[in-house]
């Protein structure tokens, strides 16, 4: 079987690669082709990055996100019994090698109460497609990451208020206190 172009399809039910953005599929007695969009290295088709970007200095790999999918609760219409739209995202962040050593156990002691084994899970459900939910659910990983590994922030070094802000203060204490005063009944 030929397909436009000169391809040839060797057996039915193969799958070719015809051109950048065509897919052909060979089916018992008929060919058909399929185009989709170019997608940027790095990710993967329908706008789901492969990797978790936390910040620009760290991207958690592919390879080290584990992606479950059920059956979601709330709205969905007659499709909500029959599509997977709820999503899991898990990494294992006291096995991964992609911390160093200081950042690791901040994020470990920070994320310890979310944690159950060292893997950290994040679900989504609250959009109807699967997609907008893995969108939602990496999101969601980066954002609890990159709080966990963030510096701590710099300590409160005491100060005493200025003169001029105690005066303030004891200057509006007075003219409260008279307010209240003259509200008083006087006793004739």
Not at 36 to 47: K, Q, Y
Not at 84 to 95: A, H, K, M, P, T
Request: proline share 7%; hydrophobic share 40%.
């Amino acid at each position: 079987m030929a397909a436009p172009g000169g391809l040839t399809v060797a057996a039915p039910g193969e799958l070719t690669v015809a051109a950048p953005g065509e897919l052909t599929v060979a089916a018992p007695g008929e060919l058909i082709t399929i185009a989709w969009r170019e997608v940027a290295r790095g990710a993967m088709l329908g706008r789901v990055p492969d990797d978790v970007h936390v910040s620009e200095r760290l991207t958690i790999p592919a390879a080290e996100l584990s992606w479950r999918f059920s059956r979601s609760s709330g709205p969905g219409g007659q499709g909500v019994n029959t599509t997977d739209s709820r999503v899991e995202l898990s990494w294992d962040l006291g096995g991964s090698e992609l911390l160093p050593a200081s950042l690791k156990e901040r994020a470990l002691e920070r994320l310890g109460a979310r944690l159950v084994q060292g893997v950290i899970t994040v679900t989504a459900s609250e959009h109807r497609s699967q997609l907008r939910n893995r969108e939602a659910a990496a999101a969601r990983l980066a954002g609890l990451v990159a709080g966990a590994i963030a510096p701590p922030p710099r300590t409160r070094r005491a100060t005493r208020p200025s003169r001029g802000a105690t005066e303030r203060r004891i200057a509006d204490k007075k003219r409260r206190g008279q307010t209240k005063r003259n509200r008083r009944a006087d006793p004739d």
